[in-house]
């Protein structure tokens, strides 16, 4: 589904500040690029966000999942629209440990719905998850609704 070295060269983009994730900020997940219809997010697990097995937890995983979908759908649109998740389905493969990617791309829709597919890797590229998701866009954030960046 996603190869290395499959990005063209200058297609990457950032995110507005007004798309900043709180919640990704609180799990330790960082962008790790966006492009016109694709988007990354890289997390170094910490203890807390383990199940009772010593794993990443699948509630982190899925949001993972999520949220990194989410930003290629907006990419799509290239962040003049937001979107809010409709379904998320998520297969989880393999023990998640260690430095994860996941990786998203918008893969069809039109003007109101976006569909999404994304899967995490671990270092070792074993694949630990993979989803499908349906996004509908909106509105953008309003100005001045982002937390403020003493948060960080």
Not at 16 to 41: E, K, M, T, Y
Not at 73 to 90: D, E, K, N, P, Y
Request: charged fraction near 20%.
């Amino acid at each position: 589904m996603f190869e290395k070295g499959s990005l063209r060269p200058g297609e990457e983009m950032r995110a507005p500040p007004s798309f900043r994730n709180p919640f990704l900020d609180l799990i330790g997940a960082v962008d790790d690029g966006i492009g016109s219809d694709w988007a990354r997010v890289a997390l170094a697990p910490r203890p807390d966000l383990t199940n009772m097995h010593g794993k990443v937890h699948g509630g982190v995983l899925m949001a993972l999942l999520d949220t990194t979908m989410a930003r290629a759908a907006m990419a799509r649109q290239q962040f003049s629209l937001s979107v809010v998740s409709i379904g998320v389905t998520a297969n989880f493969l393999f023990p998640a440990s260690g430095r994860l990617s996941t990786r998203a791309r918008a893969v069809g829709g039109g003007r109101s719905i976006c569909f999404c597919e994304a899967e995490i890797v671990d270092a070792d590229e074993h694949v630990v998850a993979k989803a499908v998701g349906t996004f509908k866009y909106q509105s953008p954030p309003a100005a001045g609704s982002s937390l403020p960046e003493s948060i960080e």
